[in-house]
């Protein structure tokens, strides 16, 4: 599906670069460890990893404002961090991916949540987590909310939350009201209240677990239709991965996008950037179906590279045309 013609397309991506977009929630530094395997260690059964490269990128939430920045959107990025070097780190990645991080809070008791991932081979070989999750006290919420309301009007905020401890419901509660479109990519294990939020854009295997149904059943319409009457929000995207998308709204029938993805190699952090196209998407004035067309043509761009990566409006123009 995708009825969008040139003219609209390049309105729309004009209208990304006047939109400010805030992203608020777990922060991480992802570290990716590129090489080759040749052979098998002598002290246990496992893959010996020559690393040929190293590379860091924003993950998390900093992933999230990454893709609003790099889509043309004016992103300011709201979490947390430790105060040590990878703190540093992933402060000098983010000025040079134009995202505005002067909201990160600094807590010196917690490390910032690092991910090391080791590939070969174009596979994941391992990932190694350092983390110490914290709930968010009561005392952040009303400073985060007072900077938000001192800075220039917000056209969308999304909100991530990885389980980390950041997105509390009482800061959750506090962005409903802060802009005109809040939208949030559910997890399984979370436990907060969902309700009153523009848009939620679960996956396939998440739509079905937030319904109570076995990740092997596969009437996802029907978990979607769940969810949109559980959490009543405007709307509900689910990505189907080679099955696409499919977008639910109240009192209206599933609308589902085939795919358009022509090589996968990498879906880390894929659903970032769904969720970065399809906000900005709604708040320069797509409808619900060019929005969802939109961020399916960005996450189309993404899964063709490795690690964590971005769409620009070129590429996302490009694939258009493809």
């Known amino acids: 599906m995708s009825n969008l013609s040139s003219s609209r397309v390049d309105k729309l991506l004009a209208e990304f670069r006047k939109r400010r977009v805030l992203v608020v929630g777990d922060v991480m530094l992802d570290q990716f460890l590129y090489g080759h395997v040749a052979r098998i260690s002598p002290e246990a059964p496992v893959p010996v990893v ?48 134009n995202v505005n991080a002067k909201g990160l809070l600094k807590v010196r008791e917690l490390p910032t949540t690092r991910k090391t991932r080791i590939i070969a081979q174009h596979q994941q070989v391992c990932r190694v987590d350092r983390e110490r999750c914290a709930p968010l006290d009561a005392d952040d919420v009303e400073g985060i909310v007072a ?30 009201r802060l802009a005109p479109i809040v939208t949030l990519d559910p997890k399984p294990t979370g436990t907060l209240r969902l309700n009153g939020l523009t ?3 679960p996956n396939r295997q998440e739509t ?19 969810l949109l009457k ?20 109240r009192g209206q029938k599933p609308v589902q996008i085939p795919t358009v993805a022509r090589e996968v190699f990498d879906v880390s952090g894929a ?52």
């Open 50 to 97: 020559e690393v040929a490269r190293e590379e860091w990128h924003p993950g998390g939430a900093a992933n999230t404002a990454r893709n609003v920045s790099s889509l043309g959107g004016r992103a300011m990025l709201i979490g947390r961090v430790g105060t040590d070097a990878a703190a540093e780190q992933l402060l000098r990645l983010l000025e040079e991916e």
């Open 147 to 176: 900077f938000v309301r001192s800075q220039p009007k917000l056209d969308g905020i999304i909100v991530c939350d990885y389980g980390k401890g950041f997105v509390t419901q009482v800061l959750l509660d506090a962005m409903k």
């Open 199 to 201: 848009a939620l854009t």
């Open 208 to 226: 079905l677990q937030l319904a109570g149904r076995p990740s092997s059943d596969s009437d996802w319409r029907r978990a979607g239709e769940v």
């Open 230 to 249: 559980k959490w009543r929000p405007k709307m509900l995207l689910s990505t189907l991965g080679e099955q696409g998308m499919c977008l639910f709204r």
């Open 271 to 322: 659903g970032d950037t769904v969720i970065a196209a399809f906000t900005l998407a709604l708040a320069s004035g797509a409808t619900p179906e060019e929005a969802a067309v939109i961020s399916n043509y960005a996450a189309g761009v993404v899964v063709g590279k490795l690690g964590t990566a971005t769409c620009k409006p070129e590429e996302l123009r490009a694939s258009f045309e493809a």
